[in-house]
């Protein structure tokens, strides 16, 4: 290991850093301290537990799937590519292979490996529970082993470095510093997450592999490599720098600057009609980050001015974006309702910067867009039988959610779905030294050592608009408790201290703010009044979708015309989930007869049921949470009569 980073790691011993905004990170784990210090910062995954709900289901299922992947199953492809013995299963039969996007004749076998480390590493966090780092420590302790075995100056993958090779080239392969990103990612993960200092060791030495690898190009080379998906590879290249302080590592985040991509959105100009957009939204996370080491405003107001065209221009209503991958023309989106629109990776990487942007200015358009974003895609990403996760979110009337299968498909939407199900705690509460932000309605329980306060959430937000906040226990000064007062509550609300009716002088779109030495006990009740409104197009508003408050209602279709037995989790080609027929009945009807002002009479909350079900009197169609709905077709946008 190199000299440098010995004498960093003594260097944590004494010292630590006040870098809590970037998630999944602990006191005394980095070399560099940032120079943009955050406006609020984000608290450990360790900090907050989840309570039952929704989230903390898909959590479950999650977990169960991912502790069920066969260690040396994740790191067969490696170990075949180092002529590592793989091992063998019961003595006789060889070690299973990995399906779909991990065969070893696909380019991005290995992606799956470093996302598992990653929401290995969340997962952990969030429950501190063993058996995640248990598992991860294998993982690790393998990929160790290949590394030592390829011999290649750190050099590690599933596949040969003739990937990279061909890359540099300009050549045809399928994004290697993509799949690269995503096991350096998850090798930090775990060294933040889990303290594995293997991990760490892994990932320098990849980097010193990178450095002499990438520092002999010429411009033109790095511009045509570039040319090919990389992920978020400077993103992480940054946390490394962060971590052990080492310039090089700096050097090879800003190497991965995309000029012909990025430098138009410093003049701010649109220029993601026709790009694709996971390629397109983790560059910006990476410069970011750069921000927030380095100071540098440009990069801030670039994410910043990205992150506005692509909520307010290229999103649907559910907070996703894209058709088939690729953005399009801004608020266009009538046109492109199709069975290939919002690309799960989209939104987690989305969701990613949102949290950046938000501890770097606390605006509430931000929450908006998290909790929008979140129930609405996320949450519904899932299976709520199998587990299994969707890579697209289809906006064409009649669709259907096309699942994953458990050891088949691995594709890149599969991997952030691992993570997305891990992490649902993350960005529930932030904080300033002495404020407190709510910003997700989630059952929780939060704990801040600073301020030796523990906060519990109590809701069952969406069904209706009641959270509240009690005080377990509560420290010696007083603090300020900021409940986020959403964009979309147009219709009032109601805030009370242990039954004391509060008058609230903020408005939608702000925070409302509560100062006081509160006391053991204490609790406070808000209610937010939800109603049915309509979403229409930018482009057509005659093309509407159906919400209540920020959740998305889509209509229940029914099963006519699906294939049997497993239509929505039974894909056997690398790109079932692109490829698809719906087969949608020609018959189905997705138009209604809504007025916007009349919908309280027109679509009516069916009697004794605290689950938002809801039936339009005309045509009779039940109308529930699009999170919800699974294995059957639905509408989200309808057209009016």
């Given amino acids: 290991m190199k000299n440098y980073l010995i004498v960093i790691i003594a260097f944590f011993s004494v010292t630590s850093f006040s870098q809590s905004h970037y998630p999944g990170q602990q ?351 996320i949450l519904g990403q899932q299976d709520d039988k199998t587990g299994m996760v969707a890579y697209f979110l289809p906006m064409m009337a009649g669709a259907h959610k096309v699942y994953s299968t458990p050891d088949s498909s691995f594709w890149c939407c599969v991997g952030t779905g691992f993570e997305n199900q891990a992490k649902f705690g993350e960005a529930i509460y932030y904080h300033t030294d002495k404020a407190l932000y709510v910003n997700l309605f989630i059952p929780s329980i939060l704990t801040w050592k600073e301020r030796n306060m523990i906060v519990s959430q109590e809701t069952k937000f969406p069904e209706n608009g009641v959270t509240n906040l009690i005080i377990d226990k509560a420290g010696n000064e007083k603090v300020t408790i900021s409940i986020r007062y959403p964009s979309w509550a147009i219709w009032g609300a109601s805030v009370k201290i242990n039954g004391k009716k509060v008058a609230i002088k903020q408005k939608p779109g702000s925070y409302i703010e509560l100062n006081r030495k509160w006391k053991t006990g204490d609790k406070v009740d808000i209610n937010y009044n939800m109603k049915l409104h309509l979403i229409p197009t930018p482009d057509n508003d005659r093309k509407v979708a159906i919400a209540y408050g920020p959740i998305i209602l889509a209509g229940e279709m029914g099963t006519e015309g699906m294939e049997k037995p497993e239509p929505y989790s039974n894909p056997k080609l690398y790109n079932d989930y692109y490829t698809y027929n719906y087969h949608v009945p020609a018959d189905l009807v997705y138009s209604l007869k809504l007025d916007a002002l009349q919908l309280d009479k027109q679509i009516i909350n069916l009697p004794d049921s605290d689950k938002l079900i809801f039936k339009t009197v005309n045509e009779g169609v039940m109308l529930e949470p699009l999170y919800r709905i699974q294995r059957q077709r639905y509408v989200v946008y309808w057209d009016l009569k």
């Fill in 27 to 377: 006191q005394g784990k980095f070399a560099i301290e940032d120079k943009f210090m955050p406006k609020v910062s984000a608290f450990d995954l360790q900090d907050i537990r989840l309570l039952e709900s929704p989230f903390k289901e898909n959590m479950e299922r999650s977990s169960k799937w991912i502790l069920s992947l066969n260690v040396n199953s994740l790191l067969h492809s490696f170990r075949t590519n180092a002529g590592v013995f793989s091992g063998r299963e019961g003595g006789y039969m060889v070690t299973p292979k990995l399906g779909g996007w991990e065969s070893l004749d696909c380019d991005l076998r290995g992606h799956t490996t470093g996302h598992v480390l990653s929401a290995l590493a969340l997962f952990y966090g969030s429950t501190g529970n063993e058996v995640y780092k248990l598992k991860a420590d294998s993982l690790v302790k393998g990929l160790g082993e290949v590394q030592v075995a390829l011999n290649q100056g750190g050099y590690l993958s599933a596949f040969p470095q003739n990937f990279i090779d061909r890359n540099i080239a300009g050549q045809s392969v399928w994004a290697p510093w993509y799949t690269l990103h995503k096991i350096l990612a998850g090798l930090i993960d775990q060294y933040l997450y889990c303290n594995s200092k293997q991990a760490l060791d892994i990932a320098v030495k990849m980097a010193d592999w990178a450095y002499n690898k990438l520092n002999p190009l010429t411009e033109e080379q790095r511009k045509i490599m570039l040319r090919n998906e990389f992920g978020g590879i400077n993103d992480s290249f940054y946390n490394l720098y962060a971590i052990t302080g080492n310039p090089n590592d700096k050097w090879l985040a800003e190497f991965f600057y995309h000029n012909e991509v990025l430098d138009p959105l410093k003049k701010h100009e649109d220029n993601l009609n026709g790009k694709h957009a996971n390629t397109f939204i983790p560059k910006l996370i990476g410069l970011v980050r750069d921000n927030e080491l380095e100071g540098n405003e440009t990069y801030l107001q670039m994410a910043d001015f990205f992150w506005n065209t692509v909520v307010d221009h290229h999103s649907y209503c559910t907070g996703s974006n894209s058709d088939k991958e690729h953005f399009f023309l801004p608020d266009h989106q009538s046109e492109h309702l199709t069975g290939y629109t919002g690309e799960s990776c989209n939104v987690y990487n989305m969701l990613k910067l949102t949290r950046h942007l938000f501890c770097a200015n606390p605006d509430v358009k931000y929450a908006d867009y998290y909790e929008e974003a979140l129930y609405n895609h």
